[in-house]
C-alpha cells in the first residue's frame, strides 16, 4: 500500500510558476510509474504528466507541454511537478499518482492516488 499526500498548491497569478510536490509513504515508489493528474470544477480528471521508475522517461499532456516539468528523487520518496508560466484554465484541484507500470497516462493505469492539492490560477 502506498499513501501519496500532495502540497504546494496555492493562488497564484497568471504567468506566476508553483512546485507540487508529493510525498509518499508505506512503500518505496522507485518500482512505480508516478504521474499527476488535474480535475477542474465540472470535468473529468485530467492527464498532466508522468515519469518512469528511474525519471529517465516522462509524458506530459499537449496543454502543459513546455510549460511543466515532472521529476521524481526516489531516495526521498518525492515526486514534484514545476509549473511556469501558469494561465487560468490550470486552475483544478491536482492529484498525484502511482502506477505499477513503468511510466503510464491512462488514469486507469493507476493503483494509488493522494487526496489532491488546489491550484488557482487568476488572470
Known amino acids: 500500500q502506498v499513501q501519496l499526500v500532495e502540497s504546494g498548491g496555492g493562488l497564484v497569478q497568471a504567468g506566476d510558476s508553483l512546485r507540487l510536490s508529493c510525498a509518499a509513504s508505506g512503500r518505496t515508489i522507485s518500482t512505480y510509474g508516478m504521474g499527476w493528474f488535474r480535475q477542474a470544477l465540472g470535468t473529468e480528471r485530467e492527464f498532466v504528466a508522468a515519469v518512469s521508475w528511474r525519471g529517465g522517461q516522462t509524458y506530459y499532456g499537449d496543454s502543459v507541454k513546455g510549460r511543466f516539468t515532472i521529476s521524481r528523487d526516489n531516495a526521498k520518496n518525492t515526486v514534484y511537478l514545476q509549473m511556469n508560466s501558469l494561465k487560468p484554465e490550470d486552475t483544478a484541484v491536482y492529484y498525484c499518482?502511482?502506477?505499477?507500470?513503468?511510466?503510464?497516462?491512462?488514469?486507469?493505469?493507476?493503483?494509488?492516488w493522494g487526496q489532491g492539492t488546489q491550484v488557482t490560477v487568476s488572470s
Open positions: 499518482a502511482a502506477s505499477l507500470a513503468v511510466i503510464a497516462r491512462e488514469r486507469s493505469s493507476y493503483h494509488y
